[in-house]
Nanobody, 120 residues
Framework: QVQLQESGPGLVKPSQTLSLTCTVS??????????WSWIRQPPGKGLEWMAA???????YYNPSLESRTSISMDTSKDQVTLQLNSVTPEDTAVYYC????????????WGQGTQVTVSS
């Protein structure tokens, strides 16, 4: 059974860099046609797709966040990592990682999410 577990700092100060890790079990991050995404939901708002990385290492970014975002994978640990630079209180959200097979398909697996609050 594929499971995704997000981990992060919980609280980050404005202007700092947020680093989040998605640890995958039950599958390899390099599984064929797998696409791994980070998606967030600010309080009272809808889901916002942030970035994705494909099984071949190709990366994709939300244009509105691209200048501050970096996604990568560690195949030795089966982890997908997101970095978000220069955070502001508007980056407060629950952050999820999710997986789908093929970029055109719906997400089939989601993590439970991790709350990140940006505050001084």
């Amino acid at each position: 059974q594929v499971q995704l577990q997000e981990s992060g700092p919980g609280l980050v100060k404005p202007s700092q860099t947020l680093s989040l890790t998605c640890t995958v079990s039950g599958a390899s991050v390099k599984c064929n046609y797998c696409h791994w995404s980070w998606i967030r939901q600010p309080p009272g708002k809808g889901l916002e797709w942030m970035a994705a990385i494909g099984y071949s290492g190709s990366t994709y970014y939300n244009p509105s966040l691209e200048s501050r975002t970096s996604i990568s994978m560690d195949t030795s640990k089966d982890q997908v990592t997101l970095q978000l630079n220069s955070v502001t209180p508007e980056d407060t959200a629950v952050y999820y990682c999710a997986r789908k097979l093929g970029s055109a398909n719906p997400y089939e697996y989601w993590g439970q999410g991790t709350q990140v609050t940006v505050s001084s």
